[in-house]
Antibody, heavy 120, light 107 residues
Framework: DVQLLESGGDLVQPGGSLRLSCAAS????????MSWVRQGPGKGLEWVSS????????FYADSVKGRFTISRDNSKNSLFLQMNSLRAEDTAVYYC?????????????WGQGTLVTVSS | EIVMTQSPATLSVSPGERATLSCRAS??????LAWYQQKPGQAPRLLIY???TRATGIPARFSGSGSGTEFTLTISSLQSEDFAVYYC?????????FGQGTKLEIK
């Protein structure tokens, strides 16, 4: 079975940094594009970033471009999101999700999410 | 950026009845449209991709239709476990934008 386990969420002050991780198992990690999708309190889903299976290409929402960096380690079946210059509006549950192929933003399996709170 | 608009925002339906949810794209996305279900406190779950293909394990009462800019999710006979929030997402072009969601509630 596919399993995606996020970690790293925490309370951080505005302007601070945080690194999220997602441990994947149950599928061929390097063959799957991976994405981060977030959901603010009481709000809908917002796509944040995606990375192709090889890691060669990355994509970002305008709201996080220049502040967030997505990366992956295919040898360790792990996905990461480095978040810098955090703002109050970045407060959300962050979900890690896998795609059915190596280059897509479609998400066919999701983790349970990790909560990031940006507040002083 | 392609804007996805869902309607209605809230839909009240009785168990056993049919529910029809709509999603409109600001420009054509072909058939690259997915539907997700999210229950309170849970992660989203993929229901439909390719506008009309059910994901693994999704009951046949869920069906999707449409192409281009107009899409529909139909739940033929609502069960208690179907009351949730439903999101559409286009994955034809980056960024993979989501609609704002339709809350399906018990009438």
């Amino acid at each position: 079975d596919v399993q995606l386990l996020e970690s790293g969420g925490d309370l951080v002050q505005p302007g601070g940094s945080l690194r999220l991780s997602c441990a994947a198992s149950g599928f061929t990690f390097s063959s799957s594009a991976m994405s981060w999708v977030r959901q603010g309190p009481g709000k809908g889903l917002e796509w944040v970033s995606s990375i192709t299976g090889s890691g060669a290409s990355t994509f970002y929402a305008d709201s996080v471009k220049g502040r967030f960096t997505i990366s992956r380690d295919n040898s360790k079946n792990s996905l990461f999101l480095q978040m810098n210059s955090l703002r109050a509006e970045d407060t959300a549950v962050y979900y890690c999700a896998k795609g059915p192929n190596s280059r897509t933003v479609l998400c066919d399996s999701w983790g349970q999410g990790t909560l990031v709170t940006v507040s002083s | 950026e392609i804007v996805m608009t869902q309607s209605p925002a809230t839909l009240s339906v009785s168990p056993g009845e049919r529910a029809t949810l709509s999603c409109r794209a600001s420009q054509s996305v072909g058939s690259n449209l997915a539907w997700y279900q999210q229950k309170p406190g849970q992660a989203p779950r993929l229901l439909i991709y390719g506008a009309s293909t059910r994901a693994t394990g999704i009951p046949a009462r869920f069906s999707g239709s449409g192409s281009g800019t107009e899409f529909t999710l139909t739940i033929s006979s609502l069960q208690s476990e179907d009351f949730a929030v439903y999101y559409c997402q286009q994955y034809n072009a980056w960024p993979g934008t989501f609609g704002q969601g339709t809350k399906l509630e018990i009438k």
